[in-house]
């Protein structure tokens, strides 16, 4: 178990390393990273693996009256990942989270064009390491597993340096393996286990993508 709190994204992606050291160098295995904090802790995973490193492009998708509340997520694919009992509880329809699908959709594909994801290798037969800076409810987590699934790649390893124990429990149930450094409990939120826990801004998110060894997703 992982001492709390982690130091920066950094800092939690080279300890995030160490569990991970049987992928080092697999010509079959690359990581995507759950844009944008998860590039971060990606580029440290991937510069210590020596494995090549590309971006996952996902949107939560929020409560119509109160947009920072993730009801679910979409995925660069089209998966969607929506927690129906919180929509419930809520009192929230499918036709209610129509326009914000629509809205995130819009802005997925924007950043799609932004990070190159057209440059990234065929998914398909690969091992991937599916990385984030953490996982609360796992809806973008959740979102990018149905994609990778069509995708017909080999392996996926979701990878974080801290999650709420149920939201862990719950991804075991839909990928090969699950690696998590801390599962904290209470959990509250994912910045919570961080001293340092910035917004990521584009740019940087095009500059770690750049730098470092291996296959650039961006040139």
Do not use: N
Not at 105 to 121: D, F, I, N
């Amino acid at each position: 178990m992982a001492r709390l709190p982690f130091h920066s994204r950094t800092e939690a992606g080279k300890e995030l390393a160490g569990l991970l050291r049987s992928y080092a160098g697999k010509k079959d295995t690359l990581i995507l990273a759950l844009v944008r904090g998860g590039v971060v802790v990606g580029r440290a995973l991937a510069d210590a693996l020596r494995l090549p490193i590309f971006p996952y492009v996902v949107r939560k998708l929020g409560h119509p009256a109160h947009r920072e509340y993730a009801l679910g997520a979409i995925a660069e694919g089209g998966g969607t990942s929506l927690d129906e009992e919180a929509m419930r509880m809520s009192g929230i329809t499918w036709e209610d989270m129509e326009p914000i699908i629509e809205e995130e959709t819009a802005e997925l594909k924007r950043r799609k064009e932004s990070y190159a994801v057209h440059t990234r290798p065929a998914l398909k037969g690969k091992v991937i390491l599916l990385v984030d800076d953490g996982a609360a409810t796992g809806a973008t987590l959740f979102a990018a597993i149905e994609d990778l699934r069509t995708a017909k790649v080999k392996k996926i390893v979701v990878a974080l340096p801290v999650s709420p124990p149920d939201t862990a429990v719950k991804l075991t149930e839909k990928v090969d393996d699950v690696v998590v450094l801390s599962a904290p409990d209470p959990f509250e939120a994912v910045g919570r286990w961080y001293r340092a826990f910035p917004q990521v801004e584009d740019e940087e998110v095009m500059q770690l993508l750049a730098s470092g060894p291996g296959t650039k997703a961006v040139r």
